[in-house]
């Protein structure tokens, strides 16, 4: 058996609903089925699942870690593609996608990371009518091949990070859903004990980890990715009262708040990004939780006058996607903090 290509790694972790959607989708590719592998990394056992995996040959990796990025690892221990693509357990590809992809890689040959548009689907697997907001190139039309390091003078022109330029000026969401992302072997391995410790958010990790290893990224409006919305995702916490609900927001809340700072402090150096900003966010959501239901936060967690104004300048500068002014000081008067004082809130605008 040659080389493949592609490696396509699927994780599912305790969802089987969805899973045969996706390996079927995978089954429907129009890509010569030589030049992809495909690796399916999940904690269970499924009867047609698993009857999928086998009649085409793929691998099975069993694993129960809840860490995605340490699922991810595993996937890839067992893969010999040159490019690595992910697809998601409730997501499914479009018949033409990895075609799409071995052609963009093959085509340009210093290309680091692709990423694809959206469809979105419901539970059923019918396109909504009114969808999410897609990923979607800002300049030049539909398909962008260009080089990161050309935005290296206005980012130190204006003091913004080359990330958040592309996600502001030229791909709205470029590094959103791994099931719209590819990249090569080189950048996942290369960061492979940062993904040890990554709870979730894929997509942004290799984002940010390919900006960090130069080379052309290419970014397309091809809708090549279904995207299934439902109550069981983990992009989605639910919300409600008591202490169940506020449990599992506070789970949802600690896991970004550890990936993003990962992605924000360590694969893009610190500064002040939009990863950084998720943080706070996150973080500020995490505060406004009573604390009798949590019990007792750590000291870390905590917030701190350096967070509020890292927070203002958030937002005075658009860096976050959600965080608001109200929210700031709300999760201060409302959370675990004394309410501001006029004195310290000027002493905070000082620091913006």
């Given at each position: 058996?040659?080389?493949?290509y592609i490696?396509?790694?699927v994780?599912a972790?305790?969802?089987?609903?969805?899973?045969?959607?996706?390996?079927?989708?995978?089954e429907?590719?129009t890509?010569?089925r030589?030049r992809f592998?495909?690796i399916?990394?999940?904690?269970?056992?499924?009867k047609?699942?698993?009857?999928i995996?086998s009649?085409?040959?793929?691998?099975e990796?069993?694993?129960?870690?809840?860490?995605?990025?340490?699922?991810?690892?595993?996937?890839?221990?067992?893969?010999?593609?040159e490019?690595i693509?992910?697809?998601?357990?409730?997501?499914m590809?479009?018949?033409?996608?990895?075609?799409?992809v071995?052609n963009?890689?093959?085509g340009?040959?210093?290309?680091?990371?692709?990423?694809n548009?959206?469809?979105?689907?419901?539970?059923d697997?019918?396109?909504?009518?009114?969808?999410?907001?897609?990923?979607?190139?800002?300049?030049?039309?539909?398909?962008?091949a260009?080089?990161?390091?050309a935005?290296?003078?206005?980012?130190k022109?204006y003091?913004?990070?080359?990330?958040?330029?592309?996600?502001?000026y030229?791909?709205?969401?470029?590094d959103?859903?791994?099931?719209s992302v590819?990249?090569?072997?080189?950048?996942v391995?290369?960061?492979?004990?940062?993904?040890?410790?990554?709870p979730?958010?894929i997509?942004?990790?290799?984002?940010?980890?390919?900006?960090?290893?130069g080379?052309?990224?290419?970014?397309?409006?091809?809708?090549?990715?279904?995207?299934?919305?439902?109550?069981a995702?983990?992009?989605?916490?639910?919300?409600?009262?008591?202490?169940?609900a506020?449990?599992?927001?506070?789970k949802y809340?600690?896991?970004?708040?550890?990936?993003?700072?990962?992605?924000?402090?360590?694969?893009?150096?610190?500064?002040?990004?939009?990863?950084?900003?998720?943080?706070l966010?996150?973080?500020?959501?995490?505060?406004?939780i009573?604390?009798?239901?949590?019990?007792e936060?750590?000291?870390?967690?905590?917030?701190k006058?350096?967070?509020?104004?890292?927070?203002?300048?958030?937002?005075?500068e658009?860096?976050?996607?959600?965080?608001?002014l109200?929210?700031?000081?709300?999760?201060?008067?409302?959370?675990?903090?004394?309410?501001?004082?006029g004195?310290i809130?000027?002493?905070?605008?000082?620091?913006?």
């Amino acid at each position: 058996m040659g080389q493949p290509y592609i490696s396509v790694i699927v994780t599912a972790y305790n969802r089987r609903r969805y899973l045969p959607f996706a390996l079927r989708s995978l089954e429907a590719q129009t890509l010569p089925r030589d030049r992809f592998e495909v690796i399916v990394v999940k904690n269970f056992d499924d009867k047609e699942s698993d009857d999928i995996i086998s009649r085409n040959g793929w691998k099975e990796v069993y694993n129960d870690d809840s860490y995605h990025g340490r699922m991810v690892l595993a996937g890839l221990e067992e893969s010999r593609g040159e490019v690595i693509t992910f697809l998601d357990d409730d997501d499914m590809y479009t018949d033409n996608r990895l075609e799409e992809v071995y052609n963009v890689f093959n085509g340009y040959r210093d290309l680091v990371y692709f990423h694809n548009s959206q469809e979105f689907i419901d539970e059923d697997g019918r396109r909504l009518e009114n969808p999410l907001r897609p990923s979607k190139n800002l300049v030049r039309g539909d398909n962008i091949a260009f080089n990161p390091k050309a935005l290296q003078g206005v980012s130190k022109r204006y003091g913004m990070s080359i990330a958040d330029l592309i996600l502001k000026y030229v791909r709205a969401r470029a590094d959103f859903n791994n099931s719209s992302v590819a990249v090569r072997r080189h950048i996942v391995e290369s960061h492979a004990q940062l993904l040890k410790r990554l709870p979730a958010s894929i997509d942004s990790f290799t984002f940010a980890a390919s900006l960090r290893s130069g080379g052309l990224f290419y970014f397309t409006d091809k809708r090549l990715t279904l995207y299934r919305v439902h109550s069981a995702s983990t992009s989605i916490y639910v919300l409600g009262d008591g202490p169940e609900a506020y449990i599992r927001q506070a789970k949802y809340l600690l896991q970004f708040n550890e990936a993003y700072n990962i992605i924000g402090s360590e694969l893009l150096e610190g500064g002040l990004n939009v990863y950084a900003c998720s943080r706070l966010l996150h973080m500020s959501e995490l505060w406004l939780i009573p604390l009798a239901e949590l019990k007792e936060l750590p000291s870390e967690l905590r917030p701190k006058p350096l967070d509020v104004a890292r927070a203002l300048r958030c937002v005075a500068e658009g860096l976050s996607r959600r965080l608001t002014l109200p929210l700031v000081f709300a999760s201060l008067v409302l959370g675990h903090a004394k309410p501001l004082k006029g004195r310290i809130y000027r002493l905070l605008c000082s620091l913006i």
